[in-house]
């Protein structure tokens, strides 16, 4: 059996050496949980904040299967931890990740210099009470903040910086997590308004904050895209790491009472996660609305936009998916499962046709003249039998500057904003 651990100080010995600051902030019980199995005389730990978890110890065959539900990333003390890891999650993606020193001296007339870079028509704040809420109903910046237990959690712990251009997020760096004497830095930006500085900019001005109120601002990569920027901050390398990640082997989902065999995730994004699941031999797509790693939900933001959405574009007259049914209680929606491939894949394996720009044009027609754009990213249309389908909900009120022809078909062929996106990704 499973068991969250109160007294900490049990494991601390067994993370000694570990210099990541997402285990102090378990250890230091400032945010997330210790598990282990035998919570008297613990041989063996895990660490799991957000969605970022960490074994150490004695290899434990119940720790690892035990991974909160979910997509998650979780690293191994040692080679032991990553056998079993491999042999209880054998579709796990072993990943490389780059860690970085914790005593960086950074020069701070060069991040001030940045903040010069900010473009005209563009803002820069600190995120407040107004700004939580708008990032969380965010996909984009929803793990800014999506971490602390609540906003008030958030505004006493945490600290955050976002860039506006019209009252709009675009970019900004948060803390992910706090420890005691820091925070982990989250930093994003939207595709479209890639390669301005603004995750320099962001970065630059949350790190400043940090260094004036004597917190360290922690650093960990993803990709090489990030240790670029991180080294553009001034960071020191430290060493690679290798990871996993995994999601926790749900058989299966109830939406209203109806169970639902999971066959495969189709994919995690920060607003949820999207199963292709089965019943009674037919498929189907159940989107998991989700609030990592919070324990209360939103109720009315993210669930209700879906649904609103929809209605929106059903009442336009777009080509989507059916929306069947809603699980309110659950945050859970099912629709009709659209087979093919997406566009941003045939624009990668250079199999697109002239037809699918012309049926996105289409949709346009039909959008622009009721006040409405969609999310135009490749990703978010599959092409079956040759028609072409959104197939995600989300729709906004129109602005020029983000419709078809002046953003979304910058990404629908091989432009260089287009393979950077597939490289970064």
């Not at 060069?110 to 700004?131: F, H, Q, S, T």
């Not at 860039?163 to 997590?177: E, M, P, Q």
């Not at 925070?183 to 630059?204: G, Q, W, Y």
Request: proline share 4%; charged share 30%.
């Amino acid at each position: 059996m499973v068991y969250i651990l109160e007294d900490t100080s049990k494991v601390k010995t067994l993370f000694d050496g570990w210099d990541e600051t997402l285990i102090c902030s378990c250890l230091q019980k400032v945010m997330g949980k210790v598990y282990v199995t035998d919570p008297e005389t613990p041989a063996s730990a895990f660490c799991y904040v957000g969605c970022f978890g960490f074994f150490a110890g004695e290899p434990d065959v119940e720790l690892v299967k035990n991974i909160p539900a979910g997509f998650a990333i979780v690293a191994p003390q040692h080679k032991q931890w990553a056998e079993l890891i491999e042999a209880v999650y054998p579709d796990a993606t072993k990943v490389t990740r780059f860690a970085f020193r914790k005593d960086t001296r950074f020069d701070r007339e060069a991040l001030k210099r940045n903040l010069g870079l900010l473009p005209d028509g563009y803002e820069l704040k600190n995120i407040d009470e107004e700004l939580y809420d708008l990032c969380l109903e965010n996909p984009l910046t929803a793990d800014f903040v999506s971490s602390f237990e609540s906003k008030e959690d958030y505004l006493e712990k945490g600290r955050g910086v976002v860039i506006l251009k019209d009252g709009t997020v675009v970019s900004g760096a948060s803390s992910y997590t706090r420890y005691r004497e820091g925070i982990e830095i989250e930093v994003d930006t939207a595709d479209f308004e890639r390669r301005k500085h603004l995750a320099l900019i962001a970065c630059s001005a949350l790190i400043l904050r940090c260094l004036e109120e004597g917190l360290y601002p922690s650093w960990d990569a993803q990709n090489t895209i990030s240790v670029q920027l991180a080294e553009k901050l001034g960071y020191e390398f430290d060493h690679e790491y290798i990871a996993y990640e995994v999601t926790s082997p749900l058989k299966t989902l109830r939406v209203n009472g109806k169970e639902y065999e999971i066959e495969k995730l189709l994919g995690k994004g920060k607003g949820g996660y999207s199963y292709l699941v089965r019943r009674d031999g037919e498929e189907f797509v159940l989107k998991q609305i989700h609030h990592e790693p919070c324990s209360y939900y939103q109720f009315g933001n993210k669930l209700q936009s879906e649904i609103d959405d929809y209605d929106r574009l059903r009442n336009i007259g777009i080509k989507m998916p059916v929306l069947i049914d809603v699980d309110v209680e659950n945050e859970r929606i099912l629709k009709e499962y659209i087979p093919g491939e997406t566009v941003c894949d045939l624009v990668r394996e250079d199999k697109m046709k002239d037809a699918y720009v012309e049926q996105v044009k289409a949709m346009c027609a039909l959008l622009y003249p009721a006040n409405t754009n969609i999310d135009y990213f490749p990703t978010n249309f599959v092409v079956h039998e040759d028609a072409l389908y959104y197939v995600d909900y989300e729709c906004n009120d129109y602005m020029e500057e983000w419709n078809f022809e002046n953003w979304g078909v910058t990404y629908w062929s091989k432009t260089p904003e287009f393979m950077h996106y597939i490289e970064e990704h």
